[in-house]
């Protein structure tokens, strides 16, 4: 497959005053025809993935990842960047034109270091998995009784997807081809149980998917057999992992020179804050030790872990039962929305979130999977699935989890992962009309919102001040510094598995079994756990900014909505908006 690499030498390097004066010039037309035919060729390439975003005119075609057809989409894509870059003048688009021309730079930039870099029809089974899921699902949830006869060109085709990829995976990293294992199934169970149901038992339908259940149950057998053995491929993404990074989160903030420092200095000082909260509540739990003694006989953070995991250990036995988890996520969701409500701190969708428990063929090292709807959808609705306690976890397993997510970590777990979590700037993003908006928010700041709300619900006064419950949302926020650093240390250095759970569990607070998912979801999901933290840092720094240019009159709603206006628009640009 070709792989030369392809420069993208014109960037937002050109300023944004003259694009508003030609709001209906013929640059913004040309742009818009460019945008329609890029779309269509794209989710050509990408069936499933239009059928996800309610593009329905591939509803019926499947994924072709042969060498061929990766060479031509490449091809095409590069006819796209040269068409960006040279027939379209920058200068003359209005301004939410010039901010969309910039994202589909970042765009096709992503998509040519997959194609030539990561490679991932080569090196993840999992990329095959979500393709043998959403292929089906998609059409079935989607469009109802109308995509059946779509469901079945593709459920027909789904046995050379899976000879595809057969032919095409080469040498996957262990946790990829294991993590696709796992999934087998509940993907089968998916075909057996889930298809029937949603199709209403279509008999056509249902003939391919028998067939597809055959191939399905072959290519298990040939991932226990066959891939497992050889998958002995590097899951670290090294320079790959930077660039992924730079183009999702489009910051201000470079992340090796500014971040990785700040994370360092945040390590220490949110450390250093649950040990105050932890003090006087150490004297009490364990009155014949002396926290100024240990802290002279073996050293200040010795102290320090000490007060703090003595602490934790008393209240993590104060938690719900098994059966619970989904129950106590929606009763702090709705305890958020009454508070947020009340109190008028910010401005939520009148649109209601659903929680559902995440089918075991969705699970792919996460915990919570948001949906809504679509880039080319009208309206829809938006729902989280969860993950419940998997039913072969050991006792021990199940405790150290349910210990680790007990009653004062519950809400502000919930307030970061849930509720207004991703949900709330995904809805307002979603009102943008724009195509790239919807198709390619800033995940950085989707994910980084989230964690900045937590501070000012503490200085709101949600459950009432409690510090059992600051201390844990502390240590919530200790976990997201620590998820950036790991993820960084894991994909660009050289951090074993021993040494992340070691760090995670002692610097973190983390219990074993949280730790491990921690892990294990890095390397699944390279550069995913560092989109929040780093998005909490560039939403700092706006602040930072917007109060001094809004002085005495700063109010914390003006400037979450200000942001939210705007869309999930790269960082860069939202920092130039927010100074105008």
Not at 371 to 377: I, K, L, R, V
Request: hydrophobic share 40%; charged share 25%.
């Amino acid at each position: 497959m070709k792989k030369t690499a392809i420069a993208l030498a014109v960037l937002a390097i050109l300023a944004y005053g003259t694009g508003a004066l030609l709001a209906q010039s013929p640059e913004d037309a040309k742009f818009k025809k460019f945008q329609d035919t890029f779309w269509d060729a794209y989710f050509k390439f990408y069936p499933t993935a239009g059928t996800l975003q309610g593009y329905t005119k591939y509803n019926d075609k499947l994924e072709d990842p042969s060498e061929g057809s990766l060479d031509k989409f490449n091809e095409t894509l590069n006819g796209f960047n040269q068409d960006l870059v040279s027939k379209i003048d920058k200068t003359k688009l209005s301004a939410d034109n010039q901010v969309e021309h910039e994202m589909f730079l970042d765009f096709l930039d992503l998509e040519f270091l997959k194609l030539q870099n990561i490679v991932p029809w080569e090196y993840n089974p999992l990329l095959y998995n979500e393709l043998f899921v959403q292929s089906l699902r998609s059409l079935l949830v989607k469009n109802s009784g109308s995509g059946v006869a779509a469901a079945t060109a593709r459920a027909k085709a789904i046995p050379g997807l899976v000879k595809r990829a057969k032919d095409s995976l080469k040498t996957p990293p262990q946790d990829c081809t294991q993590a696709a294992i796992d999934q087998m199934p509940g993907i089968i169970d998916f075909y057996r149980i889930e298809v029937p149901k949603l199709s209403g038992g279509a008999a056509a339908l249902q003939a391919e998917v028998v067939k597809a259940v055959t191939a399905l149950e072959d290519y298990q057998r040939y991932l226990k057999a066959d891939l497992l053995p050889k998958s002995t491929g590097n899951f670290r993404m090294s320079d790959a992992h930077l660039q992924i990074l730079r183009r999702t989160t489009q910051g201000n903030l470079p992340i090796i020179e500014e971040i990785v420092p700040r994370s360092q200095s945040d390590v220490k000082n949110i450390r250093n804050a649950m040990g105050e909260i932890c003090i006087p509540y150490f004297k009490i739990m364990y009155p014949a030790v002396n926290p100024d003694q240990l802290a002279a006989q073996k050293g200040v953070d010795f102290a320090v872990t000490s007060v703090i995991q003595g602490v934790l250990d008393k209240l993590k036995v104060e938690h719900i039962g098994k059966d619970e988890y989904i129950g106590r996520i929606g009763q702090a969701m709705d305890n958020l929305k009454d508070f947020i409500q009340r109190t008028n701190l910010m401005e939520i969708p009148p649109e209601n979130l659903q929680i559902e428990p995440m089918p075991a063929y969705m699970a792919r090292g996460l915990w919570f999977q948001l949906t809504g709807p679509g880039a080319y959808e009208p309206a829809g609705p938006y729902t989280l699935y969860a993950r419940t306690i998997p039913a072969d976890w050991a006792a021990d397993q199940t405790t150290s989890f349910l210990e680790e997510h007990n009653n004062y970590y519950m809400d502000y777990m919930t307030v970061q992962k849930v509720f207004p979590g991703s949900f709330v700037p995904a809805y307002f993003t979603r009102k943008d009309p724009s195509v790239i908006k919807r198709m390619a928010p800033n995940q950085a700041l989707l994910k980084g919102w989230p964690v900045y709300i937590q501070n000012t619900l503490v200085l709101g006064g949600y459950r009432n001040y409690d510090l059992r419950t600051r201390l844990h949302q502390l240590k919530l926020l200790l976990k997201t510094v620590i998820d950036f650093q790991m993820d960084m240390n894991i994909h660009q250095g050289t951090y074993t598995k021993d040494k992340v759970v070691d760090y995670m569990t002692r610097s973190g607070f983390m219990t074993q079994t949280e730790a491990e998912g921690h892990w294990r979801h890095i390397v699944l999901n390279p550069g995913e756990s560092s989109l929040a933290y780093i998005g909490y840092q560039e939403i700092l720094d706006l602040e930072e900014d917007y109060r001094k240019l809004k002085g005495e009159a700063f109010n914390t709603k003006d400037f979450l909505q200000r942001i939210l206006s705007y869309g999930a628009i790269p960082l860069r640009t939202l920092k130039l908006k927010m100074a105008q």
